[in-house]
């Protein structure tokens, strides 16, 4: 993963990746996930991120990356994989050539379980550091939630963590959804970062609620986050959409990708 200097506007070029979670409906099987990320590339991505996906033999996976042209950036690996069947996790991620191993989720709520979540986890991230890879945990809006003593976790996993050994997958939508600035936490935090989540909000017509859009579709300032990103270092973007109205996921993906092409030149 690298940056390139675009001669337009002075922004450095992050590369766009599908996070295949978007499309996790389709990748339950490896026929599926064949078919899936041959959709992917004819879309225009040469990137992906590996979530969402069935079981899956590593050499299958590298297999089709390469017949397709496409690059894996990371993956989203279960929790309990990630700390009790590590090397089998490094081995796997070395084989399909994915860089960065993600935790996609895990919701910490109170002092002792984010404490508990960190005695797990390191030995296993480290063992990961030390074998050539990278352990990122992606954010939601739970980690910004004042807990019991009136810290919220992320900043507690920001003060007990190395960044070479604790990253971030930093989702920008949660960070909106949680009332943090996307452009500092970004600017903040950057080293730690070796991708971004790209996925856009907008306001349910019927409800007033917040809702997943297609990147440029929605009401968050997708330009300014990539040109922070950029700033910040950071070489990689995932576009990623939960749920998807009225378009099926692989067209939601086509919608971003396009917008994205269109506004950012990427």
Same mark, same amino acid.
């Given at each position: ?11 450095? $070029?992050?590369? %766009?990746?599908?996070? =295949?979670? =978007?499309? $996790? ?43 397709? &042209?496409?690059? +894996? ?10 700390? &009790? ?9 070395? %084989? +399909? ?11 910490? /709520?109170?002092? /002792?379980?984010?404490?508990? #979540?960190?005695?797990?986890?390191? @030995? ?22 004042? *807990?019991?003593? &009136?810290?919220? /976790?992320? !900043? ?6 190395? @960044? ?13 959804? /949680?009332?943090?600035?996307?452009? !500092?936490?970004? !600017? ?12 856009? *909000? ?7 609620? @917040?809702?997943?859009?297609?990147? #440029?579709? &929605? ?6 986050? +990539?040109? =922070? ?19 099926? @996921? #692989?067209?939601?993906? $086509?919608?971003?990708?396009?917008? %994205? ?6």
């Amino acid at each position: 993963m690298h940056l390139q200097r675009t001669g337009e506007n002075g922004m450095e $070029r992050l590369q %766009i990746a599908a996070q =295949t979670y =978007t499309v $996790r409906e389709y990748t339950k099987t490896e026929a599926g996930i064949a078919s899936s990320l041959e959709k992917i590339a004819k879309i225009g991505y040469d990137s992906v991120q590996v979530s969402g996906f069935g079981p899956c033999r590593a050499e299958f996976l590298r297999d089709e990356l390469l017949k397709n &042209g496409l690059r +894996a950036v990371a993956s989203h690996t279960p929790y309990e994989r990630i700390v &009790g069947d590590t090397e089998k996790v490094i081995s796997e991620h070395k %084989i +399909a050539g994915i860089p960065v191993v993600g935790l996609g989720y895990r919701k910490l /709520a109170a002092v /002792a379980q984010t404490e508990q #979540f960190l005695r797990e986890l390191l @030995p296993a991230a480290r063992k990961i550091r030390d074998a050539g890879l990278r352990f990122a945990y992606h954010n939601h809006q739970w980690e910004f939630v004042r *807990m019991e003593n &009136g810290e919220t /976790a992320m !900043r507690y996993l920001l003060e007990h963590t190395k @960044p070479e050994e604790f990253g971030l997958i930093a989702d920008l939508y949660w960070l909106q959804y /949680a009332g943090v600035s996307p452009e !500092r936490f970004l !600017r903040e935090n950057g080293e730690r970062i070796p991708l971004v989540h790209f996925k856009d *909000m907008r306001v349910d017509p019927a409800s007033g609620e @917040p809702r997943f859009a297609e990147i #440029f579709e &929605g009401n968050m300032d997708y330009s300014s986050y +990539a040109r =922070t990103a950029a700033e910040a270092g950071i070489p990689c973007a995932a576009v990623e959409q939960d749920e998807c109205y009225g378009v099926s @996921p #692989f067209e939601a993906l $086509r919608i971003s990708r396009e917008n %994205i092409r269109k506004k950012l030149h990427l």
